[in-house]
């Protein structure tokens, strides 16, 4: 027994190293574990990254435009909300004084033929006599969007239509809660005919959840149509409000997909999306229900807004358009010619020329030159749908011949299979739990890249996972750009879905922002888009993790040229998607020797001590990305990487020339990218 000993101790001591490389594999990383991540900066082993890689993907859903981007401030402008039909409901606008004193209903009476219902108002009341009008007069109000934002010395336009056979004395205000914050009077003796009302009106005071009123002691009917409150400041003049515009410009992107997903095929094809119902003036047009997410839109935000928003931003527009298909029913191909017709003729909207028939029609609304549109979407999520190929087809074919420049999106997956159809790109969703997401950061491993490239258009973590907005969602996805990132010679763009919210109407959990009448913040997915900011058109270095804990772990390197200093950087970007912490060992080649700068360099990180924090109105920048210098830079350096975290490092670059190694480098191994 004795003799045995030795050898016992021996084989106890293997049984802990195998159960301590057992749980090493089960559980990812552990702490403290060193990982290396060598970079290759050397030409021949670089590939160039899409100027559009990365870009951003707009939705009328949760109130986005509407109440939203779209700054407009009165909901249901037009009375039009409630339907074609008489009497219908005025809802939000509610009436000042009860059925003694005023009676509100709707009529057919409108000047504009596209959108005929008007408010009439009968005042029964008069400032003396036997019926007098309560203190403050009768009349209508509109709360807004959950609340009008007033502030302070800023100037708001109104616009309304008004008509009465007698004269009128009416006033409007903006009303806070406590105080009227301006308030004007329109006074006249001879509105028979829709007479056109433009008052500017200068807030003396602050609330955000004002509204706008429209009362009179004055007994008589008065109509009133299209009635519209803007603040004069909006982007460049353009209707978007600016906080939200700003937080979207500071993501840069490189395309903005337009108007939406679900939006442009509506419940029905009666509610989709239809672009001539949404251009020219304003009061002309109709408005819709969107049917998908509940709620009517004025379509202020139409289809010149949206390219104006695209031009405005920098960003690239792809226009989605609807293909004869909705969710419940659908045109079939033999019918298909008018849908058609009617893209074609979008299409010279945006880039006919002043004096063409759509063209003049975009001159005429302030844009004479051509918009730089050269790509759409046919279709949303429609490739199932029995009709989707023979249309799509059609759509094709018209578009290649007119326009053989545009370069067209199919629905239909090409990501594991080929296409059956012509395409440039192919359209691709994911929203799934955190961990589905992460581990889809090899998805385009092995897809082709010598077919139509991936149009990565909707990506988010959903469900229990992200809450209304976690950092493990957040993660989960950094994980999936990097992957995309080292795909983008299969890649071409993509964009998180959805990108606003108004929290009072969470149709849609979780959003990059969130925002109400007055005040926003980003979700840390909206901040985790920041850190690709600077991907467009950047420098995709080879690079690998050794050994490669692909389970928690994910990296890539670009460099990239900042255009403030004109400095070049060498970015890497690195998801610890574990629970434990990490010391990376950074070793970098193909850089001429020296040239890495401690003076410039920083970091950025992306964490908090619980996994499933958020931020909110009470607590905005709770989870954001935190930046501090780099005092030991070189060829080869060690960060640690806090648990669950996203790490971004700028190494400045001192020279624009980046050493080029031998011939053998040009032979890439994609597997390591």
Not at 267 to 282: D, H, Q, S, V
Not at 624 to 632: E, T, W
């Amino acid at each position: 027994m004795g003799a045995s000993t030795p050898f016992r101790s021996i084989f106890l001591f293997f049984l802990i190293v195998l159960s301590a490389l057992y749980q090493s594999s089960a559980t990812g990383i552990e702490a403290n574990q060193t990982v290396a991540l060598f970079v290759n900066a050397s030409k021949p082993s670089t590939k160039h990254i899409p100027e559009t890689l990365f870009g951003i993907f707009f939705e009328e859903i949760n109130h986005a435009g509407a109440g939203g981007l779209w700054a407009e401030l009165v909901s249901n402008r037009g009375f039009e909300a409630g339907g074609p039909n008489i009497p219908s409901n005025i809802d939000p606008w509610l009436v000042i004084g009860d059925e003694s004193s005023v009676i509100v209903s709707t009529e057919r009476s409108s000047c504009f033929e596209r959108n005929k219902i008007a408010l009439k108002m009968e005042v029964l009341c008069e400032h003396e006599g036997t019926n007098v009008c309560p203190a403050g007069g009768v009349g209508i109000y509109n709360p807004g969007f959950w609340g009008m934002n007033i502030e302070q010395g800023k100037t708001y336009k109104l616009v309304l239509y008004v008509r009465s056979l007698g004269s009128i004395n009416v006033s409007v205000s903006l009303m806070g809660s406590k105080q009227t914050l301006a308030t004007a009077d329109i006074v006249a003796d001879n509105v028979s005919n829709w007479t056109k009302t433009e008052i500017m009106l200068k807030a003396n005071g602050a609330d955000a959840k004002s509204r706008l009123q429209l009362t009179t002691s004055r007994k008589g009917v008065i109509w009133f149509d299209q009635v519209s409150l803007m603040p004069t400041d909006t982007y460049k003049g353009h209707g978007f409000r600016n906080d939200l515009f700003e937080m979207v410009k500071a993501l840069k992107p490189g395309f903005i997909r337009f108007p939406g997903g679900c939006f442009v095929e509506g419940e029905w094809l009666r509610n989709a999306f239809r672009w001539k119902e949404t251009i020219g003036p304003w009061e002309e047009r109709p408005g819709h229900f969107g049917d998908v997410w509940h709620y009517w839109t004025d379509d202020g935000l139409g289809h010149y807004e949206f390219f104006l928003l695209a031009e405005d931003l920098g960003a690239v527009p792809i226009w989605v358009f609807n293909n004869g298909v909705s969710h419940q029913d659908q045109v079939d191909t033999t019918g298909i010619a008018p849908f058609v017709q009617e893209i074609m003729d979008g299409l010279e909207f945006a880039r006919g020329d002043s004096n063409s028939k759509w063209g003049s029609i975009r001159a005429a609304m302030g844009h004479p030159e051509p918009f730089d549109l050269k790509y759409v979407a046919v279709g949303n999520e429609d490739c199932g749908k029995k009709n989707y190929r023979g249309n799509y087809l059609k759509f094709y074919s018209a578009i290649k011949q007119a326009y053989p420049d545009i370069k067209i999106i199919s629905n239909c997956d090409a990501s594991s299979q080929p296409l059956d159809h012509p395409a440039d790109f192919y359209d691709y969703h994911i929203y799934s739990n955190a961990n589905n997401v992460f581990a889809s950061a090899s998805k385009f491993d092995k897809a082709s890249r010598t077919g139509p490239k991936a149009f990565v258009s909707e990506y988010a973590v959903t469900g229990d996972d992200a809450g209304k907005g976690s950092l493990l969602a957040a993660l989960a996805e950094a994980g999936f750009l990097i992957g995309l990132e080292k795909n983008c010679d299969a890649v071409e763009m993509a964009s998180y879905a959805p990108l606003f919210v108004n929290t009072n109407d969470r149709t849609w959990n979780p959003d990059a922002i969130v925002f109400d009448s007055s005040q926003f913040y980003g979700t840390p997915s909206y901040w985790m888009q920041h850190f690709f900011r600077e991907s467009n058109g950047a420098t995709l270095l080879k690079s690998s993790l050794q050994p490669n804990p692909s389970s928690s772990l994910i990296a890539s390197a670009i460099t990239w040229k900042n255009t403030q200093d004109n400095n070049l950087y060498l970015r890497i970007k690195v998801v610890n998607f574990g629970s434990n912490s990490v010391t990376l060992q950074i070793s970098i080649d193909g850089l001429e020797m020296n040239s890495l700068q401690a003076l410039g360099s920083t970091k950025t990180e992306l964490t908090s001590g619980n996994l499933m924090s958020e931020n909110s109105f009470e607590v905005p920048n709770k989870v954001v990305p935190v930046k501090s210098l780099v005092d030991d830079v070189g060829e080869d350096m060690d960060i640690v990487l806090s648990p669950h975290s996203f790490t971004s490092l700028d190494l400045l670059i001192s020279s624009n020339n980046i050493r080029i190694v031998g011939s053998g480098a040009a032979s890439v191994d994609k597997s390591s990218y």
